[in-house]
């Protein structure tokens, strides 16, 4: 895919403006709808941690159709990722797996490679630090559906260059989003505003009784709402909803706890406050 950056190679066919290789490291959600994003740019190497996850990712191209499955490289070798001039890292959100990865990356990835993470909450001064190249790391928070919602979260830090600070925002623009740069802090914006709300939500549901239909057509016929807080949840899923709570230090309902630890995580497992087909 090409952007107007200083970081990758020229190509003269493009008026000089660089070609951006990318790779995404991850094969969940987010991980395919970027790869499905950046797939209408040009080819994309997609890097999964197991043969069982490579193979959805694959049969999810392939049932998108081209140029989805024709531009997502699915492979279970790290290795592949070496010639990405952008690796986009969207794995669970640990710090420690996270620095793991990172540890297995900076050796494969040349110098000026950008190393760009997905989290929505940890801190991005440790994950640069992690990284072994703090000077091109970026976060890039984007949005479950990738494919249409708009926002990316553009966070830096203090030790990322002018120059990857460029690459980043070209980036975003290259895949139809629009950055919105944010501070390093915990949730940055929207998961800080947004998940008191959803949680105070599930504890109305406690308190109440209602039903979680009933407080979900509450806030999107009264509010205007695309979605209700509980619909939501289920659909960001519950133990990244925990996950995220960890990191804002707010206390998770105990609905949420009960949910969890039975496995139902909402759309991804088949069940949550709702039933999922």
């Not at 200083?6 to 094969?27: F, H, L, Q």
């Amino acid at each position: 895919m090409q952007t107007e950056t200083k970081g990758a190679a020229a190509d003269p066919s493009t008026n000089g403006r660089a070609v951006e290789r990318i790779g995404i490291a991850g094969s969940g959600r987010i991980a395919c709808g970027l790869a499905t994003v950046a797939a209408d740019h040009g080819q994309v190497v997609l890097w999964a941690r197991s043969d069982g996850s490579a193979q959805r990712a694959q049969d999810g191209f392939a049932k998108r159709g081209e140029p989805c499955s024709a531009n997502v490289e699915v492979t279970c070798d790290l290795e592949a990722l070496k010639d990405s001039t952008i690796v986009i890292e969207a794995i669970v959100e640990d710090t420690d797996a996270k620095a793991a990865l990172y540890r297995r990356l900076h050796p494969i990835l040349a110098g000026d490679a950008l190393l760009a993470t997905t989290t929505s909450a940890l801190s991005v001064e440790t994950l640069a630090a992690a990284s072994g190249r703090p000077g091109h790391f970026a976060a890039l928070h984007v949005f479950n559906p990738v494919t249409k919602m708009a926002l990316v979260e553009l966070a830096f830090p203090a030790t990322a260059t002018a120059e990857t600070r460029e690459r980043a925002r070209a980036l975003c623009g290259a895949l139809g989003k629009t950055p919105v740069e944010v501070p390093d802090i915990p949730g940055f914006v929207v998961n800080r505003l947004l998940f008191p709300y959803l949680f105070d939500a599930v504890r109305l549901h406690e308190r109440t009784g209602l039903t979680p239909e009933a407080i979900d057509a509450c806030m999107t016929l009264g509010a205007g709402h695309p979605s209700g807080p509980l619909k939501l949840l289920d659909f960001v899923g519950l133990d990244v909803a925990v996950a995220i709570a960890e990191e804002l230090e707010i206390e998770v309902p105990h609905r949420i706890t009960q949910l969890v630890a039975v496995g139902a995580l909402g759309r991804k497992s088949g069940r949550g406050f709702y039933e999922h087909g």
